[in-house]
């Protein structure tokens, strides 16, 4: 599965420490090379410093479906430790992969075994202490 957004990503110091560890933990995690990929890219900013509108762990974003014109939320979660299997809303399956790192804006051609889905990041709320 592919995806495209936005080429600059933007991501919080400590999120990259928590995904590092988790990569260095279980190298097997499902779109582990997509993560590493984003954090070698990635401007990594502090909390002071980070923009309220760009996907993080632990954020909420409404995307909208463009094709069926349907909204839905997913939210940016890391596994369970122990976890075997991942929740819908993982930032280790691909769309949560994908979502890593969108700004409020963007836009996602995500392609999958039935198609490419085109979605568009309507909002999304950021956990409390990355607006301080």
Do not use: C, H, W
């Not at 974003?61 to 939320?73: A, E, H, M, S």
């Not at 991942?86 to 790192?101: C, K, Q, T, V």
Request: no cysteine; net charge negative; aromatic share 8%.
């Amino acid at each position: 599965m592919k995806q495209e957004q936005n080429d600059t990503i933007i991501m919080l110091k400590e999120d990259v420490a928590v995904l590092n560890s988790l990569l260095e933990k279980n190298s097997q995690l499902p779109e582990a090379e997509i993560i590493r990929e984003k954090i070698a890219k990635a401007t990594i900013l502090d909390n002071y410093n980070f923009p309220r509108d760009v996907a993080r762990l632990n954020t909420v974003l409404t995307i909208r479906d463009k094709v069926v014109r349907q909204n839905f939320q997913y939210a940016l979660t890391v596994p369970e430790p122990g976890a075997t299997t991942y929740s819908s809303d993982s930032i280790f399956r691909p769309l949560g992969a994908a979502l890593l790192g969108m700004r409020t804006g963007d836009e996602l051609a995500f392609s999958t075994q039935k198609g490419t889905r085109y979605f568009f990041v309507m909002e999304m709320e950021n956990p409390v202490e990355s607006i301080y």
